[in-house]
Nanobody, 128 residues
Framework: QVQLVESGGGLVQAGDSLRLSCAAS????????MGWFRQAPGKEREFVAT????????YHADAVKGRFTISRDNAKNTVYLQMNNLKPEDTAVYYC?????????????????????WGQGTQVTVSS
C-alpha cells in the first residue's frame, strides 16, 4: 500500500509556472506507474500525465503537451508535475495517483479507474 500527499498548488497569474510534488510513503514507490489528474468544478476528472516506473517513459494529455512535464525521483519517493505557461483553463484540483498493474497499452494509464491509490489533491487557480 502507498499513501500519496500532493503539495505545491496555489494562486498564480496566466503565464506563470508552478511545480507540484507528490510524496509517497512506503518502500515500493518504484514499482508503481504514477499519474497526474485534475478536476475542475462541475467537470469529470481529467487525465494530465503519466510516467512509468523508471521514469524513462512519459505521456501527456494534448491539452498540456509542451507546457507540463511529469517526472519522478525514485530515491526521494516523489513524482513531480512542472507546469509552465499556465492558463485559466488549467484551474482545477490536481491529484496524483499510483497504479500497480502492468498495461502494454498506454491508454489504460489515462483512465482514472486503473489507478489504485490517490492523494487528497492540491488546488491550482490561474487568474487571467
Amino acid at each position: 500500500q502507498v499513501q500519496l500527499v500532493e503539495s505545491g498548488g496555489g494562486l498564480v497569474q496566466a503565464g506563470d509556472s508552478l511545480r507540484l510534488s507528490c510524496a509517497a510513503s512506503g518502500r515500493t514507490f518504484s514499482s508503481y506507474y504514477m499519474g497526474w489528474f485534475r478536476q475542475a468544478p462541475g467537470k469529470e476528472r481529467e487525465f494530465v500525465a503519466t510516467i512509468n516506473r523508471s521514469g524513462g517513459y512519459t505521456y501527456h494529455a494534448d491539452a498540456v503537451k509542451g507546457r507540463f512535464t511529469i517526472s519522478r525521483d525514485n530515491a526521494k519517493n516523489t513524482v513531480y508535475l512542472q507546469m509552465n505557461n499556465l492558463k485559466p483553463e488549467d484551474t482545477a484540483v490536481y491529484y496524483c495517483a499510483a497504479a500497480s498493474a502492468d498495461y502494454i497499452n498506454t491508454y489504460y494509464y489515462t483512465r482514472f479507474e486503473k489507478y489504485d491509490y490517490w492523494g487528497q489533491g492540491t488546488q491550482v487557480t490561474v487568474s487571467s
